[in-house]
């Protein structure tokens, strides 16, 4: 089975990214590789992690890519340069554009921290999505991963992991809890897809054989 090349997609530290680094390197995901790491902040941690990694890495930071356009097309030519398969959205903080999900549909995934579809749409990022949670008086919160379409937070579910949330909680120890639940969920959720996709194009191999 040949390995399926991982374009992620990161704005920050990147922990769900280094969760997938380590997947990979601990044989967690044997049909994964990473391909090409994309930032548009050049000083995102994830970013420098790539490099101490040794994997090759793309910045289009707002100054040389101020439009979601310019942004959109120039991640849409380097994935394509670099082959990838599947891109993995780990942290990052723009809306795709109309090249990279029309170039990738069905292959991009994303995680997001919450039990969508709650708490989820425009807006609903970082810790507002907690704050929110526990304004609410939720018992329960988690993290969901699924594949990104045109509307934000609103593609196909793949998996989700839940916590408990505590009356005590702050939005910051929530993220915390929800986070060690993302590092957990992301990688076994990719590692599901990749079979997945493995499976569908087999069958259409199969299928076009017999026509
Ligand atoms: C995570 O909470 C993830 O759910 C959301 O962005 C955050 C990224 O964190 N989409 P990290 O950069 O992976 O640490």
């Avoid at 934000?152 to 993220?175: F, N, R, Y």
């Avoid at 996709?197 to 076009?208: I, V």
Wanted: charged letters at 20%; aromatic letters at 4%.
């Amino acid at each position: 089975m040949r390995k399926m090349r991982l374009g992620l997609l990161l704005s920050g530290r990147g922990s769900n990214f280094k969760a997938i680094v380590q997947a990979i390197q601990q044989g967690q995901l044997p049909h994964a590789e990473i391909a090409l790491v994309i930032s548009n902040h050049a000083e995102a941690g994830g970013l420098a992690f790539a490099r101490e990694q040794n994997l090759a890495t793309a910045c289009f930071p707002p100054d040389t890519h101020p439009t979601r356009m310019a942004l959109d097309q120039a991640m849409a030519e380097i994935l394509k340069e670099y082959q990838v398969d599947l891109v993995i959205l780990a942290g990052f903080d723009r809306i795709l554009g109309p090249h990279v999900l029309s170039a990738y549909p069905h292959r991009i995934l994303n995680i997001h921290p919450s039990l969508l579809p709650a708490y989820g749409g425009k807006g609903m990022v970082g810790l507002k999505v907690h704050a929110a949670v526990l304004k609410n008086g939720e018992k329960e919160s988690g993290c969901t991963v699924h594949v990104v379409t045109e509307t934000v937070d609103g593609g196909p579910i793949l998996g989700q992991a839940k916590v408990a949330v505590a009356p005590s909680d702050t939005p910051e120890c929530l993220a915390q809890k929800v986070l060690e639940q993302e590092h957990r969920l992301y990688p076994e959720m990719i590692g599901n897809y990749i079979q997945q996709l493995f499976k569908t194009e087999g069958t259409a191999l199969h299928d076009a054989t017999h026509v």
